[in-house]
């Protein structure tokens, strides 16, 4: 009774983080059930860790299991189980084979959908990287979705709604997952034992919990956030201060066009810590180690000021693009972000 009791309490507290990550995608999966409304094919849309996969599960688990209660799946019964660990033979899923999904694997799939099962019901199938169908693998999908054979439902899962064929798009239900709660995800960094100063920067950069912890672990994405601080620091200073930085660190660690892309990002979240700490102390910030630097350079300059300097930053950033000469770009960069302070 009491391991009952405990499986009983997991489901509801893993039912609850879904419903947390993605609140109108559960309701609407919820209501999809309770009202017998169930598609023959869907489409998850979500940037990588929105929870696509997770839901999925659950939607698969509700639809096939024997006890649900309150549009729940009991996570108990025999097919429950065999859905958590793949063996349920009512379910398929299916990932590219290296770069795309072919033909012959969709062919495979709807022969499989096809074909009299040792189960009864519903017959459930998944594609990951939906987007990455090519043309006849595509077409021959289609086919299957204009005349579905049986009682089958497609989910098909992709972070690239618009590469999908419109004409596939027409025959599924759209479901468009959320981006994640940044509150979410610095809490799911913490508990993987990420410092919050380091969640709170890689959670500006990414929506996704896995991409998110690798940045959090590299020693080179470490090296640049430090050096971008070492550059906000010494802006404030002087110029000379500032190009000096730009030359010894800036342009030497950050050679490549994505690096300075990265780089240039992180130092306007810089600048808009500043000005949302100059107007409320209290503010989350990207670094909040750095919160009584950014309350003293809030203190020395105007709103208009860092107006100025936030848009300086998004100029460079688009020179980078037009591929701009890049230590021009950045000494432009530095005269720009360094007037206008004012120091007591």
């Known amino acids: 009774m009491l391991r009952l009791e405990k499986k009983v309490n997991k489901v509801v507290e893993y039912v609850d983080e879904l419903k947390v990550l ?8 919820q209501t999809i059930f309770e009202k017998n ?46 859905i958590e660990t793949g ?13 795309f999904i072919k033909t012959d694997q969709i062919r495979d799939l709807i022969s499989g959908m096809t074909k009299t099962s040792m189960e009864e019901g519903r017959k459930i199938y998944v594609l990951h990287h939906a987007d990455r169908m090519n043309t006849s693998s595509a077409n021959t999908l289609l086919k299957f979705l204009e005349e579905p054979e049986g009682n089958v439902t497609a989910i098909l899962l992709t972070e690239s709604y618009q590469s999908i064929l419109p004409t596939i798009q027409s025959r599924c239900q759209h479901i468009k997952f959320a981006t994640v709660p940044r509150d979410i995800l610095l809490k799911q960094l913490q508990e993987q034992g990420i410092t919050f100063s380091m969640a709170s920067t890689v959670s500006m950069l990414t929506n996704s919990l896995e991409t998110a912890i690798s940045l959090a672990h590299d020693e080179q994405f470490a090296h640049a956030r430090k050096t971008v601080l070492k550059l906000v620091e010494t802006v404030r200073k002087n110029v000379h201060e500032a190009l000096l930085v730009v030359y010894e660190d800036w342009l030497v660690s950050f050679k490549e066009k994505e690096e300075i892309e990265q780089a240039l990002d992180l130092l306007l979240f810089a600048y808009r810590d500043i000005v949302a700490i100059k107007a409320n102390p209290q503010s989350s910030c990207t670094y909040p180690d750095m919160l009584q630097s950014w309350k003293e350079i809030a203190l020395h300059t105007t709103y208009d000021r860092l107006s100025d300097q936030l848009q300086a930053i998004l100029q460079a950033r688009q020179n980078l693009q037009r591929n701009m000469n890049r230590s021009l770009l950045m000494e432009q960069l530095m005269l720009n972000l360094q007037e206008g302070y004012t120091f007591v």
């Open 37 to 82: 409304r169930t598609g023959h094919a869907y489409i998850f849309d979500g940037e990588k860790g929105t929870g696509k996969k997770e839901i999925a599960i659950f939607f698969i688990k509700l639809l096939l299991c024997l006890n649900p209660s309150k549009n729940v799946p009991c996570e108990t019964c025999r097919n429950c189980k065999r």
């Open 87 to 99: 063996n349920h033979p009512n379910v398929k899923q299916l990932e590219p084979d290296g770069q």
């Open 22 to 29: 993605q609140p109108v995608v559960m309701k609407q999966i």
